[in-house]
C-alpha cells in the first residue's frame, strides 16, 4: 500500500477489509506538527525517538541498553533512507547464516504506559526471504534493560505480556518476506497442537503483503486492559497510514485455533478482546527493534535452500503515548 497526499486529507475513515468503524486515526497524527520528524522527539508524549543520525556503531550502546551486533558484522550504517527522512542514513541489519541470526536494539521506554503507539520505517532487501522475529513491544514486571525468554511459556497475568509485528509466510503460499501480522504472548493466550504456548498470531482479513526493496513506514497500537477483569485489551497496525488491522473487543474473527486467528472479512463471531494483564503495575515498558533469521523459518515455509545474506534497513523510529503517522513531508526551502 502507497500512501499519497489526497487521502491523508480526507479524514479518519478505516478502509480495511473485516473492520468496524473504530475510531482510530489514519495518515498524518502527531507527526504533521513535525515535517520530517524535526523536533518530535521533545514531544512530551514521545517516550522513545532514534533515527540513527547520530554517532557510530558502537555508540548505539549508549542509547539502547542491549545491542546485539556479532563479531561488528550485524549493524552498519546506509545511506539508503525513506524519501521523506530528514537524515542522511539508516540503520542496515544484516544476517549471515552459520555466523549470526541476525541482531537487535532493545530500550526501555522513557516511562511505563498503558497505551503506546510504535512506528518505525523498514525495507527488505531485493532477495528477502522468509525471517523468524522482528519488532516487538510489550512489558516486563519488573522492567529489564534486556529482552526476556519465555518461548514455548504462558506468561503469568503479572510478569508479561508482549507482540510482535511480523512477517509470516503462511506456509510458503504467500511470497517472501510475506504479510505483516501479530505474534502475541499473554496471560490468556491459547495452547499449541503440540502441548505447549507459542506466541499466537493474529491476523488482518486480507493480508498486508510486504514489498522487496521498498520503504514502508509500519507502525502498532498496543493498549493494555484497563482493569484486571476487563477484557478491553486492543491492538492495531498500520501500514503507511492506513489502517490494516484492528483487534478489538467485538471486531468480527474466524475461529480460534492453537496458533491464533484472523479477522474476519465476512460473517464471523465476535472477538472477546484481550486480558492482557492480571496486575496495573505490568505496563508497556519496551521496545525491541528485532532481526531474527534461522533455517527454522524456512522450513516452516517450505523453502529448500534459504537464502544464506538476509539484509533489513530501519530508519526514523518514534514510540509515543499518541498515534504518530508517517514522516509528514518537509517544505522546500
Avoid at 105 to 128: G, N, S
Avoid at 129 to 143: S, W
Wanted: charged share 20%; net charge positive; with cysteine.
Amino acid at each position: 500500500m502507497k500512501s499519497g497526499w489526497p487521502w491523508f486529507i480526507m479524514g479518519t475513515g478505516i478502509l480495511a477489509a473485516g473492520l468496524s468503524a473504530a475510531p482510530l486515526p489514519e495518515g498524518f497524527g502527531l507527526s504533521a506538527q513535525f515535517p520530517g520528524d524535526r523536533g518530535l522527539a521533545r514531544h512530551p508524549a514521545v517516550l522513545l525517538a532514534e533515527d540513527f543520525e547520530n554517532g557510530e556503531i558502537p555508540d548505539l550502546s549508549k542509547r539502547w541498553s542491549d545491542v546485539s551486533n556479532k563479531g561488528g558484522k550485524v549493524l552498519a550504517w546506509s545511506a539508503d533512507k525513506p524519501a521523506a527522512s530528514a537524515g542522511a542514513r539508516s540503520l542496515q541489519m544484516t544476517a549471515t547464516m552459520g555466523e549470526n541470526t541476525g541482531g537487535h536494539l532493545y530500550r526501555r521506554l522513557a516511562r511505563p504506559a498503558d497505551k503506546v503507539f510504535a512506528r518505525f520505517y523498514v525495507k527488505f532487501a531485493e532477495d528477502a526471504a522468509y525471517i523468524h522475529h522482528f519488532a516487538h513491544l510489550g512489558g516486563y514486571n519488573p522492567p529489564t534493560g534486556w529482552p526476556q525468554g519465555g518461548a514455548g511459556e504462558r506468561p503469568k497475568g503479572h510478569e508479561r505480556m508482549t507482540v510482535g509485528i511480523e512477517p509470516y509466510g503462511d506456509g510458503g503460499r504467500l511470497p517472501p518476506p510475506g504479510a505483516w501480522g501479530f505474534y502475541a504472548y499473554w496471560q490468556e493466550m491459547k495452547i499449541s497442537g503440540d502441548g505447549k504456548y507459542w506466541g499466537n498470531g493474529l491476523r488482518p482479513a486480507r493480508p498486508a503483503l510486504i514489498p522487496r526493496h521498498q520503504w514502508q513506514c509500519v507502525e502498532v497500537m498496543f493498549q493494555a486492559n484497563s482493569a484486571p477483569e476487563k477484557a478491553d485489551g486492543e491492538l492495531a497496525f498500520w501500514v503507511d497510514g492506513r489502517l490494516a488491522a484492528h483487534f478489538f473487543p467485538g471486531a468480527k474473527r474466524e475461529k480460534w485455533t492453537g496458533l491464533g486467528f484472523q479477522l474476519a472479512e465476512a460473517g464471523g463471531e465476535p472477538f472477546e478482546g484481550f486480558r492482557w494483564r492480571s496486575a496495573p503495575e505490568l505496563k508497556i515498558n519496551f521496545f525491541w527493534l528485532l532481526h531474527y533469521v534461522t533455517e527454522n523459518a524456512a522450513r516452516q515455509n517450505r523453502v529448500r535452500q534459504p537464502n544464506p545474506v538476509n539484509r533489513v534497513w530501519f530508519d526514523d523510529i518514534v514510540v509515543a503515548t499518541e498515534y504518530i503517522g508517517p514522516l509528514a513531508p518537509r517544505q522546500p526551502r
